[in-house]
């Protein structure tokens, strides 16, 4: 994958230093693992407090040694669990400004929000980046067609893997020699990949434009990934979900599903799309900004179910519809299979 | 209608000192005329500088007698030609906050972004309303279904008569005794309403829930009335349209179009859609929130058309598509069927 290029999308200073804070537990160092997992050459070292024990398996380093080892940015990697900055990392988070390190964070509460922060930021010059809060300046969109291809994962609904889809097959076009960029648009998607636009907490009225600026103009062969949000079929989060497939004007989609889930999280009563209408709706709504999209397969996160079970679904259901059916995180022929699809 | 009921949506004090600047020029007193027009019960007079010459037709009052006459909020109501707020019309807001009066205003600029305004604010303890700014604390959406009725215009296009038609369907419902409020979602409906939402300035995750707040639950044959946004034909804000569509959960959507129009407005290449494709695709994406959603008929903008041209094709339209064809503006029997058919 090539590297983020110039435009109006956040762009966050790398390589990083992973700041694993005083965790004891690794269920919250979720990104921190996201990060050495999917962006592992961007990650140098990782630093660590007493009496924390939570490990990425990266050498530990403090802050200047990281500096002089390459990294340019503290990236925050722990979400604590009382949602804010504790006290305990702040004099840690100071150390990494007056080492030269900028900080990022993905948290609610916003860095500049804590004056000693904002404070030792200001005295060495160092930014501090939210990759929660959306870059100035955002322009309304077009609608006009952009050159390269894109790809955009949807779902039928949100948090069932259309992150980890977009990331996948980045990788796969990547490992075939395609010339591909996942383009982010969640805080975590944007740390992996060193830039992007947090859509959702992009204004209305922007967030086509949004989509726009994420995926430009491209060479005819160049292919962008887009990581898709929320669901055309969600009562909160349609909107976001419109805006980023005007924007991005996907040649391709690939549909997102978790077999077993029956209600739209957050919105009881609401029942999960059938696989067909999620298709329909994307490619009706899609053919606005792009006439010629279509749909080259599904991904299904089947973290529930056995191995059997659902290499057994996967291939029922592909035969169904007409379409390859693959869990990413199983791989395998079936994931080869939507991966020719996509290209194809 | 009744007055706008405690909510989460902005809620300006009335009733308003209206003020024309120095303008010269009628053309930049829309905001003005429109308060004049749709909401003269909350204009109590206006307020002109040196050497302007534009009127509203109201009785010409200082800030400190129209406050001792009732008034509670000076609203700017000329758009000045640079956009900014004249360096002439600062001392004369001064004098409105002194007087006791709030100020609104529906420029891009914010009211406290002027030094002397902000300080004259605090000084005295008054509120600078910049209704182009949401109000804070909007939720995300819940999907569930509230109590009352609703209706939503929605467009082929933006720009051509969403806020008119919403106004003159809501004010026909409160002549025949229906109990109703207009929900304004742009600026200046904001300010005839003396309240709501400016949608588009909505963070997209909480594009549905605001509109959610919008129309509160309210008694059973209460109308709520909903201005419409954009188009979901319209590459850049099919967002808003979808998440006020999906939030607001109209059981009624009236199709607002303006004959002769063959382009979207900002996007060239983008054909405007048919009439049938915009009923169809509004209300195939508004049963996900209101299985019931029907479409009442069609307002046609027929300025640029003579009288007898407008009737003749809104016979014809009408018969075609066996629903009413009104323009609000023009009224008589056409307008009279679509209110029937609102209600019906």
Partial sequence: MSSFPGNAALRLPTPYLLFLGDSVEGGYAKTAFG?????????????????????????????????????RALVIGVAPSGGGIAAAWVPALVEAL??????????????GDVPQLAAAAAK?????????????????GTGRKRTGKRLLTVGTDCALGKKYTALS???????????????ATGQTGIMIAGGGIPMDAVVSDFEAGAAEVLSPDAAPDHWDVVEGQGSLF????AAVSLGLLHGSQPDV???????GRTEILGAPGYV?????????????????TNPAIRCAGFAFNTGDMDAAEAEALMDAESKRLGLPVADP???????????????G
Same sequence: chains 1, 2.
């Fill in 35 to 71: 990060l050495r997992d999917w962006a592992g050459d961007k990650c140098i070292a990782e630093y660590r407090l007493a009496p924390g024990t939570v490990t990425a398996g990266l050498p530990m380093m403090s802050p200047a040694a990281a500096y002089a080892a390459g990294a």
């Fill in 98 to 111: 007056e080492a030269g390190l900028d900080l990022v964070s993905g948290m609610h509460v916003r860095l």
């Fill in 124 to 140: 060495h010059g160092r930014a501090l980046i939210d990759v929660r809060v959306p870059p100035a300046g955002l322009p309304v």
């Fill in 169 to 183: 097959l980045a990788n796969a076009f990547a490992e075939r020699g395609v010339d591909v960029d996942f383009r």
């Fill in 234 to 237: 969600h009562p909160a989060y």
């Fill in 253 to 259: 989609i690939v549909v997102c599903h978790q077999p």
């Fill in 272 to 288: 999960i799309p059938s696989l067909e209408e999620t298709v329909e709706l994307n490619l009706l709504l899609g053919r606005r």
């Fill in 329 to 343: 995180i199983r791989g395998g022929d079936a994931f080869k299979k939507l991966v020719d699809n996509c290209l």
